[in-house]
Structure formats: C-alpha cells, structure tokens
C-alpha cells in the first residue's frame, strides 16, 4: 500500500476471483465459466463490431437493451444493461445502501457483496443459513436494509421458491430486495414475473455463465422503471459507455441464438447431474446445487487437500478458506469428458 492511500480504504480486503494459472494447462473448474464457447454466429458482426471500436459505443444500448426487454417480456425502461452483473450489483449497493439502509446478506454467499459494501462504507447485517446452508426466509422479514440473495446461491447452489422470494418481498415493502441470479438458467425459478408487482424489486443476471460469455462482461439488471432510472443515474455518473461494442452484438446474437444455449444449459446439467452421482457413489456429500457447478465434502480427506492433489493432477477446483465451508470444494460442470476426468483423478485421489 502506498503512503497516499486514502485512509478509507486502508481495511479494504479486494475480492480475489479464481485463480488464473499460466504454468501448465489445467482443466478449469474453478470459476464458474461454460466450457462452451459463445455463438459462432456473430463473429463477422463482432468483427464488424472491432472495426467500429474508433466510436464510443451507445451509451443507452438501445438495441440490445430492447433485445433483451423483448426476450424477458418486460419493457425497455425496465432493463439497465452494465458491464458484467458485478457492475448491477454496484450500482445497487451505491444506490440502495448507506448508513440507515444496511447490506443485509447470508454469511455464505458470494464474496463480492461484503466487498461492495465496504468500497461503499456501507455496514453490513450478515444472516446464517441454517445447518444445511438453506436460507430461512423469516430471517429476512423486515430487514431494515437492502437485501442480496443469490438464486441459485453460490458456492451452495440451493434455490429459493418463487412463493419463498415473493414472501421476503411482501415483508420488506420498504427495502430494495435484490435477486441475484446469475446462474438461475440451470435450474432456479427467475422472480422475473414479480417485477411488475413488486417495487422493491431488482434482479440481476449475467451472460458470463449460461451464456458464455464470462470475458466479454456482460449484464444486467430488471426492475421498474423507477429504479432502473435511478441505476442509470449512478452509471451515467460512473462510466456512461460501460459496455462496449463487441460484447453488446456479441449478447444480442446469443439471445437470437436461444437453441444453442438451451442446448448447452442441457449438456451441463446432464454433466453435473453425471458428476454428481459419482460422487455420491464415492462417499461425497453434496447439497442439492441447482447451478453450474458442485459443493462438496468428503469425510476422509479435507476442502484443502482435494484441492491441492487436484491441482498437482491437472485439475482446478475452488477452496474457500471459511470457516462453514472450509471442508468443501467448489466444482464448476465442464464437459461430460472433463467430469469423467476430473472423477478418474478423485479415485485415485482417495482410493490411494
Ligand atoms: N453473482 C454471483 C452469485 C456470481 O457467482 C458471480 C460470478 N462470479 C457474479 C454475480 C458476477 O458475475 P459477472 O460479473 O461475470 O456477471
């Protein structure tokens, strides 16, 4: 840290993504991206695209956000687009929280929100899961804050119901309620229909994941229009051209592609429902994920070391350090031949 640091960020502890090895080429299960490659369709338009780049993109995205609006049955004015859902989530916590409106978020969930929420001196109200890491929504009845609920939560996978979400929005007429579901196309119930009945409502999604579009950085938030203006003001006052060209038609084609990526969603389900299985059969415990990737534990051999031995084998997984989920790993589904390798390398993990 260098002396000029301003002091509010003295504490900051930045978020740390996956890690991202050059050394040797890994099967990559660590971060959550699809194994598969976005829409071949629109490379000559993204070239195009490139071509173009001399020109700041439209800073209002009306293509796409219209694309977009279309596909989810909801209005233009309902849709921001931003660079990455990380960018939405931002806006949110700039938007929504401050020292009267704490960030109210489980304890095991993605890291980024306590990152958020300390960039933005924002306190935080953390909520446990219960044991088996669901959430128990009466916990958020009247939260006298701003809410993030991931659906599918990550690292867990659990979902929540919509009658489950539609209860935590009732109670909190008040309070924003945002609904993360970056990685609800695997198999969680979007809360996409309750956003004309509910104010309070913001949900954010992602083409990193389903979509596979992880390094374009692209996303989105839904709402009413209301707070879709008001998300808009902080990102004409951040950065008015935050999503660039190449990604923008890069997103418009994957929505006009819609067959190929229900066919990817498919092949990755088959695959974690394949992988998760065989891990079961080996003695793992699992937590019911719903998203593109696995929570597991094995009685016999520890979070850290599975990953380490995995690593040393050719294959990333994600350890996280914590507490509750230190016996875990975090598997992201690959292909069906990565599963089967990354299942190979496991027996030989612990039947040695
Ligand atoms: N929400 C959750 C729960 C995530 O796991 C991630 C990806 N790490 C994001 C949001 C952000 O993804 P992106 O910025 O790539 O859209």
């Given at each position: 840290?260098?002396?000029?640091?301003?002091?509010?960020?003295?504490?900051?502890?930045?978020?740390?993504p996956g890690?991202?090895?050059?050394?040797?080429?890994?099967?990559?299960?660590?971060t959550n991206e699809s194994?598969?490659?976005p829409?071949?369709?629109?490379?000559?338009?993204?070239?195009?695209?490139?071509?173009?780049?001399?020109?700041?993109?439209?800073?209002?995205?009306?293509?796409?956000?219209?694309?977009?609006?279309?596909?989810?049955?909801?209005?233009?004015?309902?849709?921001?687009?931003?660079?990455g859902?990380?960018?939405?989530?931002?806006?949110?916590?700039?938007?929504?929280?401050?020292?009267?409106?704490?960030?109210?978020?489980?304890?095991?969930?993605?890291?980024?929100?306590?990152?958020?929420?300390?960039?933005?001196?924002?306190?935080?109200?953390?909520?446990?899961?219960?044991?088996?890491?669901?959430?128990?929504?009466?916990?958020?009845?009247?939260?006298?804050?701003?809410?993030?609920?991931?659906?599918?939560?990550?690292?867990?996978?659990?979902?929540?119901?919509?009658?489950?979400?539609?209860?935590?929005?009732?109670?909190?007429?008040?309070?924003?309620?945002?609904?993360?579901?970056a990685?609800?196309?695997?198999?969680?119930?979007?809360?996409?229909?309750?956003?004309?009945?509910?104010?309070?409502?913001?949900?954010?999604?992602t083409f990193s994941k389903?979509r596979s579009m992880a390094g374009a950085r692209l996303g989105?938030?839904?709402?009413?229009?209301?707070?879709?203006?008001?998300?808009?003001?902080?990102?004409?006052?951040?950065?008015?051209?935050?999503?660039?060209?190449?990604?923008?038609?890069?997103?418009?084609?994957?929505?006009?592609?819609?067959?190929?990526?229900?066919?990817?969603?498919?092949?990755?389900?088959?695959?974690?429902?394949?992988?998760?299985?065989?891990?079961?059969?080996?003695?793992?415990?699992?937590?019911?994920?719903?998203?593109?990737?696995?929570?597991?534990?094995?009685?016999?051999?520890?979070?850290?070391?599975?990953?380490?031995?995995?690593?040393?084998?050719?294959?990333?997984?994600?350890?996280?350090?914590?507490?509750?989920?230190?016996?875990?790993?975090?598997?992201?589904?690959?292909?069906?031949?990565?599963?089967?390798?990354?299942?190979?390398?496991?027996?030989?993990?612990?039947?040695?």
């Amino acid at each position: 840290m260098s002396k000029f640091l301003s002091k509010k960020y003295e504490n900051l502890e930045p978020y740390t993504p996956g890690e991202q090895p050059k050394d040797m080429a890994y099967i990559k299960l660590n971060t959550n991206e699809s194994p598969f490659s976005p829409t071949k369709k629109a490379m000559s338009a993204v070239k195009k695209q490139a071509l173009l780049s001399k020109l700041y993109p439209d800073p209002e995205q009306t293509v796409l956000t219209k694309k977009v609006a279309d596909y989810l049955g909801v209005k233009k004015e309902q849709v921001l687009m931003t660079n990455g859902s990380d960018e939405i989530l931002n806006f949110a916590f700039m938007a929504y929280c401050d020292s009267s409106n704490p960030a109210v978020f489980a304890d095991i969930t993605y890291g980024f929100y306590s990152v958020f929420a300390f960039i933005n001196g924002v306190p935080t109200k953390v909520i446990p899961l219960k044991d088996d890491f669901s959430i128990d929504k009466t916990d958020y009845y009247n939260a006298r804050g701003t809410i993030f609920i991931a659906n599918p939560n990550a690292p867990t996978g659990l979902t929540l119901t919509l009658a489950d979400i539609e209860d935590i929005l009732k109670n909190n007429l008040n309070n924003i309620v945002v609904i993360d579901e970056a990685y609800v196309d695997f198999g969680a119930t979007s809360a996409i229909k309750l956003i004309d009945k509910y104010d309070n409502l913001l949900i954010t999604r992602t083409f990193s994941k389903s979509r596979s579009m992880a390094g374009a950085r692209l996303g989105f938030g839904v709402a009413n229009e209301k707070i879709i203006k008001d998300l808009n003001a902080i990102k004409y006052s951040t950065n008015p051209y935050n999503v660039n060209r190449m990604s923008a038609i890069l997103g418009a084609y994957s929505i006009d592609d819609e067959r190929y990526y229900e066919k990817c969603i498919q092949k990755v389900i088959f695959a974690r429902n394949y992988a998760k299985e065989e891990l079961d059969k080996l003695g793992f415990e699992l937590t019911d994920s719903k998203a593109n990737f696995l929570f597991a534990k094995h009685p016999k051999i520890s979070g850290e070391t599975l990953y380490e031995k995995l690593k040393e084998k050719g294959v990333l997984v994600r350890h996280f350090n914590k507490e509750r989920t230190k016996d875990y790993v975090r598997i992201t589904v690959g292909t069906q031949k990565e599963m089967t390798v990354l299942i190979q390398k496991i027996k030989e993990i612990i039947q040695n």
